[in-house]
Structures are given as structure tokens and as C-alpha cells.
């Protein structure tokens, strides 16, 4: 076994140099190493990547924490590291802070927190290397010629100088070609007239973009005083809730506030959503800035990904767009952070490390000493609460931009419907207006697929999971059913397995069967679908935006994908087919979730000349849910709502951590449960109350059997405290039973 020692205090004392390094397992916090053979100390710099024997046989990739002289392993166990990875520190050492507080906030083992926040190919070994592409780029003769100056019949090369002059800094070859083929003998002429140099373009996903510029909007008043408010606090921690209504222009103030940030030389990070709205949002900002801008989601491949984390971290991009992923590429000059809908749910990571990127960037804001603009129409409770308690500005646009007003509601009485109709003759004539005025229309349904039930009328059998404790759904586009739970896919019965009755039916409605419904009530109408079948290939979503926009589409039939973000100028009636489902949900953040999609789908009706309409049908019209929303609006909902939440002592009033648990055995989970309860009672204070274990509603779920312990209390110190004491007690998770902590719970089922 290979020992390095060196000399630290005096020549007599030798002491070892022992190297802490974070692995991705889910068992301890940190492993002890020592350096590889022939090490170079100076090396040994924290957030260094090694590899390192693991287990019997395995390596892994790690990160190194810290170098220390002690360990409580004794020094003969202790094995070498085989290998230093890299040369400098891959993570800087403000990110490295980041990811120990996270792991200690969110009580994850810190190698796995690690290897969420970088990218795969830097957690597989490969180099932290930037790609460059061939290209080229105007020299100062260049910038001064006038296009002009050239010999008239040059148009060739008049087109190529007029392309770069938009280009400061440089279009790759690929992208000149694309615009002006053949233009290659073109770009060595340019060249020996000391026009154009060849330049290495760095690569992006979107390089080869090419896209028309287009200069700021001039501010209405209420824009103008949040981005003065703004931009004189850019030296310092400014967390603030930019309230404003759908399509009031929150996209617009963050253009302004960041070019100022782009001024100073700093970098914008900017969270969307849903990766759906990426596309949309990076082509609004290119449309407007020419410094580079990495792009960050899940359909990236590897190469992609390293590219923007690397550009993020080493300050070559100026502006970071990405969804829930995106907030740990490291800034090297962070100057904003920017979480748009900062409600939505998708910031919260529900697997594995349970994040809320959102929550993370209000920390690193803090961090960073620079402001945060979380943007929304319809602020989470959370949020809400932080701004009324002052800790956030509430910054308010309360006025659509230009001159577009706000839509109005109308709730159609669905037990008034003389036949049981997915589609109400009030909603039928409105749609038959607006087809007439050459108008859109947008419908929505929370369901995809055509029907969710197949059941027999004589023996009531239905159609289950064999995985779940939940019905399949009927496809009718794959002429199958699904769980939309596991995944899980068979072929339809042809009788009943059951009573071998030879007739069965399909009960409900899905987007599918709407959509089919509308094609045979609106013979002439151009029906679009969008759900999360019909938008699964790569570009599916933006070719079928395009058709919309593009006027080649009368009626929308969609799920909450339509929901967010999107605009749709032509669309003037919104119908909300079936939401009643949301009502009276579980759990205790339903009513919250419910008035979010209502505002949200609501936001996208109405353009300048023509106010948009809403119409909801429904079976419970008297719901207070409607009532208060529709006469008082979201602001008024929410304080209510929260009113409630403190009455119940829900959060923001308390903080909640769930363990959860599943078992392949029924029983298991809740036996874990109720020895983990158990073990609680050496660290319980009055402060944090213990709700269950209670079996999940939906108890079986791809064939676990899940159950939950709830944590609740007033003082989050003491949750934390309570938990960092007692979660290291618990059996770790093996096969037949696995448990995972959730802070700050979005979904308590
Ligand atoms: P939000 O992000 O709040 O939904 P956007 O910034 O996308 O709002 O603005 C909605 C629409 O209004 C866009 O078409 C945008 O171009 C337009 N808009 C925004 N601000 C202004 C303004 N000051 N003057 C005119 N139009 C504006
Ligand atoms: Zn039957
Ligand atoms: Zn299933």
C-alpha cells in the first residue's frame, strides 16, 4: 500500500495527507483517500475530480472536498486514489459551498448532490474541455467597409459582409452556408482582402442560429418603475415577486434589467418551466442581445450540456437559460437570477435529490449579493407570504401590455345539460362565434389519451394497472391502454375477463376523444391536439406552435401544457371542459394548484381589439374556489387561502418534511415507518409534531407499496436539527424496502 507523507510543523512529525473525497453513493457523506502515487500537493486543490477504487472492484469518479491529516479510518485500510482527473478545480469553491449546503439543507448525501449539478460527461471522467467550430468574423477594415464600397456585381460577398456586420462576434462556417450556399470561395476572397478572419467559434447547441434582431420596447409606466427599482440594486441581495398579470410584460422587464447586467459584465441566469417554453424564451432573448447564450434542458445531449455548464462557469456566456437543471451551472460573474412562473411545480424535483430550484436560487442570489426576480402571475403561497412578510419587494404589473384587456368568465351549469354532453350548448354556440370571426380557440382537458375507463355494465370489472392501484387508460392513436403511472402498455380486452361479456365501454373523456368529438360537431374546423403524446418527438412542440401562430389552426384541444407560458394572439375563447377533478383534491395544496391552472389557462384568451372570453364547465358551479377567484381575482384567493393555511398550520406557517418509504411486500413500508417513528424519540421537542405513518393513497405504484411519515413543525432549526440527528440512525434502503427524505414536500400524496 502506497503512503505519501510529508512534513508539516517540524521534521520529527510526519503527518499523513488525507484526501476527502465526495463519491456519488447513497450511504455516507464523505470518503477518505490517499493521493495517488507521485502526487504533486499543489495538485490537491478542492474540486478536483478523482477517480477511485469503490467497492470490490468498481471505480468511481469523485470530487475532492478537502485535504485533511486525520481520518477515523485506520491509516493501513486507506487506499490510493488512481488517478487526478484534472489540473484545476472543476467546480469552483463558492459552487462547492452551494452543493454542501444544499446536501446539508436537503439531508442528501453530498456525492450524489454533486453529481446532479454536473453535467454527465464531467461525472463519467471525460475532459472539462470547450469545443470550438471553424468560423469567421469581420476585422476592423471589415467593421468600417460600407457595404456599398463593394463592386456592384459583388453580391456575393456583399451578402456575407452584410450577415457579419450583425454578428460581432463571428458566425461559424456552417451558418454562413446555410444562409448563403456555395459561399465558400466567397468567405478566401473576403479573406485576402482583409475583410474577414478565420475565428474559432465556441460550439453551442445554437451556434448556427441566425436570427433577426429586434431593438427594446419602450416601457409603459409601471415596466419603467420596476426596472429603475431593480436595476439600482444590482450590488446587492434584492429578492423580489414580479407580480403581474399574463402578458403585462415581466418578459420584457427582465430584457431591460439584464442588458444592464450585460453592462457591467456579469451573467444572467433565467429558469423557465418546462422545456417546451425554452425554444420560445432563447429566441426572444437572441432576438434581442448579441453576447452568447447557453441554453440548458433535458433533451440536450452530453456534448451540449458540458458546452453551456462550461461557457456558464467560465464567464464566455453572458445569459443561462435552462429548466429546473440549470441552477447549478456555475456563473463566473453572477449578476441576476431570474425564476420565471415561479410557481410552477416543475422546480421542484419529486425523485432522487428533491430540490427546489427555485428555493436554490433565492440562496445563491444571497450568496452572490445580487437580486432574484421570481415572475408570475399567480405567486405561490410561499412566495406571497416572503413578500408579505417583507422579505421580498412585491414588485406589481397590473395591467396587460399594450392596449389588451382582461378576459371575461362565464360558468355554464353543467347539471342543467339535458344530455350528458362533454361540451355544452353555451360552449358550442361561443365556439361556433368565434369560428365565424375567424377566430381561435383554446380548449382545455387535464387528461390525455382518449377514455380513462374500460369497464363492463354487466359485471362492473374495470380495467386496472397490474402494477398500480390505478385505472389504464384507452389510447386510441396506439389502439391501446396505459398506465399513466408505471408506463405500463397492453393490448385492449375484447370481452370481459371477468363475465366474458362480449361488449365493454369506454368511460370519460381524454383529449383524444374531445378531439374527436369536436372533428364531428365542427365539420369544417382545422382541430389541433397538444398533450403530451402529441408533442414527444424533438421540435414536435415548435412545429405545432408554428401552425398556430401561423393562423393554420381554428380549435385548440389541449392538457396544462397549453397552460403555461405560451402566448396565442389569435386565440379569444378559452373553454375549460372538465376540471372539476381538481376541486376537491387531497391534498392540502389543491385549491392553490387549481386556481394557478384556472388563471393560467384564463391568461391565454384575449388580444388588443378583442377581449378574451373564459368559459368553465363545471357540476359544483357554487365552488367558492370559482366564485372567489372570478368576482375578487388570484390576489384575493391567495389571501384567503393563506388565512386557511395558517389556521391549519400549514406551510409557509410551518415547515414539512416527509420521509417516504416502499416495499415490494404490502406491509414492509409501514413496518419501516413505524420503527423510524420510533427512533425519533431521543431528538422530539415540542416544536415538531409526527403525522403517521399513513399508507400513500395510491398505495401500490409500479409495484411498490408506498407509505409516508409526515414532520411538521414551527421552527424549522429544530426540524433540522431533529433531522440531522435522527435520519443517520435509520437502516439504510435495501431492495425489498427504500426510503428517501423529502424537504419541503410539494406533494404531500
Ligand atoms: P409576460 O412575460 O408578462 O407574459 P411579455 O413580456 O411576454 O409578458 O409581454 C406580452 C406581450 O406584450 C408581448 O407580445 C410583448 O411584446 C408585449 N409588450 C410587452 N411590453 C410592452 C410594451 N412596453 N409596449 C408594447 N408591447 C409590450
Ligand atoms: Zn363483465
Ligand atoms: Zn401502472
Redesign the pocket.
Known amino acids: 500500500m502506497h503512503q505519501l507523507k510529508i512534513a508539516i510543523d517540524s521534521p520529527t512529525q510526519i503527518r499523513p495527507i488525507i484526501l476527502q473525497v465526495a463519491v456519488p453513493t447513497p450511504l455516507y457523506n464523505h470518503f477518505d483517500y490517499l493521493p495517488p502515487p507521485g502526487t504533486d500537493i499543489n495538485q490537491l486543490r478542492p474540486g478536483i475530480r478523482l477517480r477511485v477504487p469503490f467497492g470490490k472492484s468498481r471505480t468511481e469518479v469523485g470530487i475532492l472536498l478537502a485535504v485533511v491529516d486525520q481520518t477515523h479510518v485506520p491509516l493501513e485500510k486507506l487506499k490510493a486514489a488512481q488517478e487526478i482527473l484534472d489540473s484545476t478545480p472543476v467546480l469552483p469553491e463558492t459552487d462547492l459551498d452551494l452543493l454542501q449546503w444544499a446536501s446539508n439543507y436537503y439531508h442528501h448525501p453530498i456525492g450524489q448532490v454533486i453529481s446532479t449539478a454536473l453535467p454527465p460527461s464531467l461525472n463519467k471522467g471525460q475532459l472539462a474541455n470547450m469545443s470550438f467550430l471553424s468560423g469567421w468574423k469581420l476585422t476592423p477594415e471589415g467593421q468600417a467597409t460600407q457595404v456599398d464600397e463593394l463592386p456592384k456585381n459583388a453580391h456575393r460577398q456583399k451578402a456575407v459582409l452584410n450577415l457579419l456586420q450583425q454578428y460581432p462576434e463571428g458566425l461559424t462556417q456552417a451558418a454562413i452556408t446555410t444562409r448563403l450556399s456555395n459561399a465558400s470561395s466567397t468567405l478566401r476572397n473576403l479573406e485576402k482582402k482583409g475583410l474577414i478572419v478565420s475565428q474559432a467559434i465556441i460550439y453551442t447547441p445554437s451556434t448556427d442560429d441566425t436570427i433577426h434582431k429586434t431593438s427594446p420596447l419602450a416601457l409603459n409606466a409601471a415596466q419603467k418603475q420596476v426596472v429603475t427599482q431593480v436595476s439600482n440594486k444590482l450590488e446587492q441581495f434584492y429578492p423580489c415577486l414580479l407580480d403581474g398579470v399574463t402578458g403585462s410584460g415581466k418578459t420584457e422587464v427582465y430584457l431591460h434589467i439584464i442588458q444592464k447586467v450585460i453592462e457591467q459584465g456579469r451573467q444572467a441566469l433565467v429558469l423557465v418551466p418546462e422545456i417546451n417554453l425554452t425554444p420560445q424564451t432563447v429566441n426572444r432573448f437572441k432576438q434581442r442581445f448579441t453576447v452568447t447564450i447557453a441554453v440548458w434542458h433535458s433533451k440536450l445531449n452530453n456534448t451540449e450540456r458540458l458546452q453551456t455548464w462550461l461557457q456558464a462557469r467560465d464567464g464566455l456566456a453572458s445569459i443561462i437559460i435552462g429548466t429546473r437543471s440549470a441552477i447549478w451551472t456555475p456563473l463566473a460573474h453572477p449578476g441576476i437570477f431570474i425564476v420565471d412562473e415561479e410557481h410552477d411545480a416543475s422546480y421542484k424535483q419529486q425523485d432522487h435529490f428533491r430540490y427546489s430550484a427555485r428555493d436554490i436560487a433565492v440562496v445563491r442570489a444571497q450568496r452572490a449579493q445580487v437580486p432574484i426576480l421570481l415572475g408570475t402571475a399567480t405567486p405561490s403561497l410561499e412566495t406571497l407570504y416572503n413578500a408579505q412578510q417583507q422579505r421580498y419587494q412585491h414588485l406589481i404589473l397590473p395591467e396587460r401590455a399594450g392596449a389588451a384587456v382582461h378576459p371575461t368568465y362565464h360558468i355554464v351549469d353543467m347539471r342543467q345539460q339535458a344530455r350528458r354532453e362533454s361540451i355544452s350548448q353555451a360552449l358550442k354556440k361561443a365556439i361556433n362565434q368565434r369560428l365565424a370571426a375567424h377566430q381561435q380557440i383554446l380548449l382545455f382537458i387535464n387528461r390525455r389519451g382518449y377514455a380513462p375507463t374500460l369497464t363492463c355494465y354487466q359485471c362492473g370489472w374495470v380495467a386496472f394497472?397490474a402494477?398500480?392501484d390505478?385505472r389504464l387508460t384507452y389510447h386510441e392513436t396506439t389502439q391501446e391502454l396505459q398506465?399513466h403511472?408505471?408506463g405500463?402498455i397492453r393490448p385492449p380486452d375484447k370481452h370481459c375477463p371477468k363475465c366474458q361479456h362480449p361488449k365493454l365501454y369506454l368511460l370519460g373523456q381524454g383529449t383524444e376523444r374531445i378531439e374527436e368529438h369536436l372533428q364531428n360537431e365542427f365539420k369544417e374546423a382545422r382541430i389541433l391536439r397538444i398533450d403530451s403524446d402529441s408533442t414527444s418527438r424533438k421540435h414536435a412542440m415548435a412545429e405545432l406552435l408554428e401552425r398556430i401562430h401561423q393562423g393554420e389552426v381554428d380549435i385548440l384541444v389541449g392538457t396544462q401544457m397549453l397552460a403555461k407560458g405560451h402566448h396565442f394572439p389569435k386565440v379569444t375563447l378559452v373553454g375549460l371542459i372538465n376540471i372539476d377533478g381538481g376541486l376537491y383534491g387531497l391534498d392540502f395544496r389543491a385549491p392553490e394548484r387549481m386556481a394557478q391552472l384556472l388563471v393560467q389557462v384564463a391568461g391565454r384568451a384575449g388580444r388588443a381589439d378583442d377581449p378574451g372570453q373564459v368559459i368553465i364547465q363545471t357540476y359544483h358551479p357554487d365552488h367558492p374556489l370559482f366564485t372567489h377567484l372570478i368576482r375578487h381575482g388570484y390576489a384575493s384567493f391567495a389571501d384567503a387561502a393563506l388565512k386557511e393555511r395558517q389556521q391549519a398550520a400549514f406551510p409557509p406557517y410551518t415547515r414539512l418534511a416527509l420521509l417516504r418509504a416502499e416495499s415490494l411486500e404490502p406491509q414492509s413500508a409501514m413496518d419501516f415507518l413505524n420503527k423510524a417513528k420510533a427512533q425519533t424519540e431521543p431528538f422530539l421537542c415540542d416544536s415538531v409534531q409526527l403525522w403517521g405513518p399513513v399508507p400513500a393513497p395510491m398505495e401500490k405504484r409500479?409495484k411498490w407499496y408506498r407509505a409516508q411519515l409526515l414532520l411538521q413543525s414551527s421552527q424549522r432549526d429544530n426540524l433540522h436539527r431533529l433531522l440531522s440527528q435522527w435520519l443517520p440512525k435509520l437502516p439504510s434502503s435495501t431492495n425489498e424496502v427504500r426510503w428517501s427524505i423529502d424537504i419541503d414536500p410539494q406533494d404531500l400524496f
Open positions: 394497472c402494477h398500480c390505478a398506465c403511472h408505471c405500463d409500479a
